[in-house]
């Protein structure tokens, strides 16, 4: 009960943003760049933490992720409710996610590397490598079979781990699980890419 309440309290809170987004007529393309530019002072506030006590600066750059994810999770229904969804929008949308995403993880590489936290930068580039392959995984399978949206760790979730590691000061644990669920996904993709294409090029049996 109290789930839904804050569910359907958000809901309107994202509804009212949408509306006053769609009657400043701004482009949803703006939108989406904007929230691309936002993560990417999220990504500057973590590489600059101090590395003895980063507490301080990753709770700010988790608050900044929080701003950045309104662009993102309002652009879409924006450009819905003003009747400018295209198709560049869609792919320019992907586009800035993909950004996004390796912008926060290239501002805790730095932090890393300033640490001289050498394990951890090689965690984060493996990070890295499950985000971008988990969306490319996809993209490629739907370009053989219907949909591959098999897997538990796509952007969303990504991007709420993150704001829990940062406001809580968890962030290696976080990393840890996108390290590992992020390939894990794309190992799963694979392989249900792998079916599915098979029962595609099985001939019928004779009847």
């Given at each position: 009960m109290v789930t839904q309440q804050i569910g359907n309290t958000l809901g309107r809170v994202v509804d009212l943003i949408v509306r006053v987004f769609a009657a400043s007529q701004i482009n949803p393309n703006l939108l989406t760049f904007i929230g691309m530019a936002i993560n990417a002072l999220a990504a500057y506030l973590f590489a600059i933490a101090s590395t003895a006590s980063p507490g301080e600066f990753f709770r700010w750059a988790g608050a900044t992720v929080i701003v950045a994810g309104i662009f993102d999770l309002t652009d879409g229904s924006v450009a819905r409710v003003t009747g400018r969804v295209t198709p560049f929008g869609a792919f320019f949308d992907s586009v800035m996610d993909r950004y996004s995403d390796l912008v926060l993880l290239i501002g805790l590489l730095v932090?890393?590397?300033?640490?001289?936290?050498?394990?951890?930068?090689?965690?984060?580039?493996?990070?890295?490598?499950?985000?971008v392959m988990v969306s490319y995984a996809r993209a490629r399978a739907e370009a053989l079979?219907?949909?591959?949206?098999?897997?538990?760790?796509?952007?969303?979730?990504?991007?709420?781990?993150?704001?829990?590691?940062?406001?809580?000061?968890?962030?290696?644990?976080?990393?840890?699980?996108?390290?590992?669920?992020?390939?894990?996904?794309?190992?799963?993709?694979?392989?249900?890419?792998?079916?599915?294409?098979?029962k595609s090029t099985t001939p019928n049996p004779p009847s």
């Open positions: 932090f890393y590397g300033r640490g001289n936290r050498f394990g951890y930068v090689t965690l984060v580039a493996v990070a890295m490598i499950g985000s079979i219907p949909s591959c949206k098999v897997g538990f760790l796509e952007r969303p979730e990504r991007v709420v781990l993150i704001i829990i590691g940062a406001l809580f000061n968890r962030m290696e644990a976080v990393l840890w699980v996108i390290a590992v669920l992020s390939n894990f996904t794309v190992i799963h993709r694979i392989v249900y890419t792998m079916h599915e294409t098979r």
